[in-house]
């Protein structure tokens, strides 16, 4: 007797397959301590993340039942539509064809042309000046109509014969009426252009494909395998957790986000890189969270190679890439660094959005007051919510472009390129920006640093060309800048009342003693290159390094710990600062065995503040450490040539006292001068003893070798990645 077949009903999975819904959605093995079929204990991951652990009903094996009637179904819809699509294309009559074909191809009635070319619909919102952008339009405007692909020679090609008309419009020297444009090329040539408009296409163009935009929109980095969460990398709760942390300790300072926007789910949804560094970053800065912190900071890491390599685009990705950037934990190796290739990507990524365009959903008067655009009528409160959505959404948009423009600025600054702020619409009226209703509290100092940039980017360009000139006053440059910079001091650091919390105003002060600084040390640069006001403007960058120094150590030991999340380039500045004075010193004060002691004193707290910065928490290392390491070294090293020359400075006292002369100097005037002409400054021979270097005393002599690693080496490669590869010409 034949046994019977086996259906789909009697068919069961084996207990061994079952598994939780978080684990079928990961495509991970579900590993539960007792048995399968017990679903009341939860697996490992669910457990580890605290979350319900759901075990689906187990579905039968084979075909459902009815979907032989569903396929029958649907071969039935398919051709009917199929016979639909036949009788369409087929023509009555001869009126009914020429109807047909003006109707369905493009190139048929002039109103038609310009209509699907975008000319008369898109005339006033084509970007005009960008070409690529105008052929999208224009694309976009053709595929928005639903234009037939159908060609005329088809068309022509029925029973009734070709349209006369049709015939017609594709023999120029039969059509008198043109507009002629004087074109000097043939009619031949001309008339070969329209039998191609008129010709059947040989294959499928690969144009409607290379325009057409994506249905969801650009692909995000949002997937099971990329958010931590899923991966177990944090629960929900611990998340819940650090997002108020983070915008309590980080976003006075990074000032790119909305608080009112970017809530935990919002972000979620939108971006695992930003997510994963906002967690990653706060998680840094708590004292309790160290685990978690390692374990975002690998998978921050991850996210960011795979998002480079990716070509994933999004508003929410450049704030991602801008916070890892300005405070992330600097890499094993400096070879290992990847700063400035993620800086490169993040601000091309933001220009190809178009981030920099005009607000579409308000704009501004000439008094530069704000208009916000709304439909005709009382709103109601829907359209209220809705309006005030789009807005909050646009001013993300405008706000991400204002920070991310701010730092690729900063680091072309850092190179020698002062690059100008582009005028735009929104940076033109970029005073009043930060007075609109939906305005974060973080905003004005945005607006700050853009007039601050717009300011250097002009004084640089004077700088450069007065330092060609003589002037009878030799200390014009550090007047010059002063003046110019007055009016925006007294507006934006001190007019402005003081917050709740100083953050946000002290890091503004440090960064216009810093930019002064910058502005004063390439009038330096240009000086030492034509000999001229040397002295004085040698005596002004000494003068406010130290100033910048004396400024670090007093903030940082009165505030403490919230400055520590300051951003990268600070602590570079303040480490810059530090080493110019180290430079300068022997230029403006006339060098001494022991007269740098107090500058020595003032740079080794500025190295001890900076490592304190940088390794608070106890799990954190930041840039800050690396950058008060190497200085604290640097410093260390000065000290102990220093000692050795006081050391030889005696022996020779008490040697010449007894009549015994010294010929065995280790520092002798020729390989001081030797040093001096490697560092490319001017030797001061009339106030130079003969065991003082004219540029960097005693390290010539340091058993580390710190005099190259201050030309340039290592400490010179750390603030070339963390600015730009053409910082070493700054020193």
Excluded at 108 to 133: C, F, M, R, W, Y
Excluded at 250 to 261: F, Q
Excluded at 305 to 315: M, T
Excluded at 510 to 521: E, F, I, K, P
Aim: charged share 20%; hydrophobic share 35%.
């Amino acid at each position: 007797m034949a046994s019977r077949p086996v259906t789909r009903q009697q068919t069961r999975r084996s207990p061994s397959t079952v598994a939780c819904e978080a684990c079928r959605k990961l495509k991970m093995r579900c590993v539960r301590p007792s048995r399968p079929e017990d679903s009341s204990e939860p697996c490992d991951r669910c457990r580890r993340n605290g979350r319900t652990c759901s075990i689906p009903p187990s579905q039968p094996l084979g075909r459902r039942p009815g979907a032989n009637a569903e396929k029958e179904v649907f071969d039935l819809l398919l051709s009917k539509m199929q016979s639909n699509e036949g009788q369409s294309h087929r023509p009555t009559n001869g009126k009914a064809a020429n109807v047909q074909a003006a109707s369905s191809n493009p190139v048929v009635t002039e109103s038609t042309t310009i209509k699907q070319a975008g000319i008369t619909s898109h005339v006033g919102h084509d970007p005009v000046s960008n070409p690529l952008a105008l052929l999208v339009a224009a694309s976009g405007a053709i595929q928005s109509e639903s234009v037939s692909n159908t060609p005329i020679s088809t068309v022509e090609s029925t029973d009734e014969g070709p349209t006369p008309y049709l015939t017609s419009i594709g023999n120029l020297n039969e059509r008198s009426t043109y507009v002629s444009l004087g074109l000097q090329l043939s009619s031949e040539s001309l008339q070969s252009g329209l039998d191609a408009l008129f010709a059947a296409p040989t294959s499928n163009p690969k144009c409607t494909d290379y325009f057409r935009p994506p249905d969801d929109g650009p692909p995000r980095d949002v997937s099971p395998d990329l958010d931590p969460v899923e991966l177990g990398l944090i629960s929900m709760e611990e998340a819940y957790h650090l997002f108020p942390i983070y915008f309590i300790r980080l976003h006075p300072v990074n000032g790119i986000l909305d608080p009112k926007l970017h809530t935990v789910d919002y972000v979620r949804s939108q971006s695992a890189l930003l997510f994963t560094w906002m967690l990653a970053l706060t998680a840094q800065f708590d004292h309790g969270s160290a685990a978690i912190a390692k374990r975002l900071r690998l998978h921050g890491e991850k996210l960011s190679r795979h998002v480079h390599a990716s070509g994933l685009k999004s508003v929410e990705i450049v704030q991602g890439y801008y916070i890892s950037l300005l405070s992330a934990t600097p890499a094993r190796t400096l070879s290992e660094e990847r700063s400035w290739l993620y800086t490169m990507y993040a601000f091309g990524v933001a220009a190809e959005l178009g981030l920099d365009q005009a607000s579409p959903t308000y704009t501004y008067n000439n008094d530069g007051k704000i208009i916000p655009k709304r439909t005709p009528g009382p709103p109601t409160r829907h359209d209220i919510e809705d309006q005030t959505r789009r807005e909050r959404l646009t001013r993300n948009r405008e706000r991400t472009w204002l920070r991310i423009l701010l730092w690729e600025r900063a680091n072309s600054g850092a190179s020698g390129r002062m690059n100008a702020i582009p005028e735009t619409d929104l940076t033109r009226n970029i005073e009043r920006w930060w007075m609109h209703p939906l305005a974060d509290s973080t905003d004005k100092h945005t607006v700050a640093f853009i007039l601050l940039r717009r300011h250097l980017a002009d004084l640089h360009a004077e700088v450069q060309r007065q330092t060609l000139m003589p002037h009878s006053n030799p200390h014009w440059v550090r007047d010059r800048i002063d003046a110019a910079l007055e009016s925006w001091r007294k507006t934006w650091i001190y007019a402005i009342a003081p917050s709740s919390e100083p953050l946000p105003d002290v890091h503004l002060h440090h960064v216009y003693l810093h930019n002064r600084l910058w502005t004063l040390s390439f009038a330096l640069q240009a000086s030492i290159s034509n000999n001229r006001d040397l002295k004085a403007i040698r005596d002004d960058c000494f003068q406010a390094a130290v100033h910048c120094c004396e400024v670090a150590v007093r903030d940082l030991q009165q505030i403490g710990e919230p400055l520590y999340c300051m951003l990268a380039p600070t602590w570079a500045m303040i480490s810059y600062a530090a080493i110019l004075a180290l430079k300068l010193f022997p230029f403006v004060h006339q060098p001494r065995s022991e007269g740098e002691i107090e500058l020595l004193a003032l740079l080794a707290q500025v190295a001890l503040q900076l490592e304190r910065a940088g390794t608070t928490p106890s799990h954190r290392f930041g840039i800050a450490a690396i950058l008060g390491q190497q200085l604290l070294m640097i410093l260390r090293t000065r000290a102990a040539g220093l000692a050795s020359i006081t050391t030889i400075a005696d022996s020779d006292h008490d040697d010449n006292n007894s009549g015994v002369r010294n010929t065995s100097c280790p520092l002798s005037r020729e390989h001081l001068s030797n040093i001096s002409s490697a560092t490319g400054m001017t030797q001061d021979t009339d106030v130079l003893g003969p065991l003082v270097s004219p540029y960097d005393p005693c390290l010539a002599t340091a058993t580390m070798g710190m005099d190259s690693d201050l030309m340039g080496d290592e400490f010179a490669d750390l603030f070339r990645e963390i600015f730009g590869p053409s910082f070493g010409e700054v020193f």
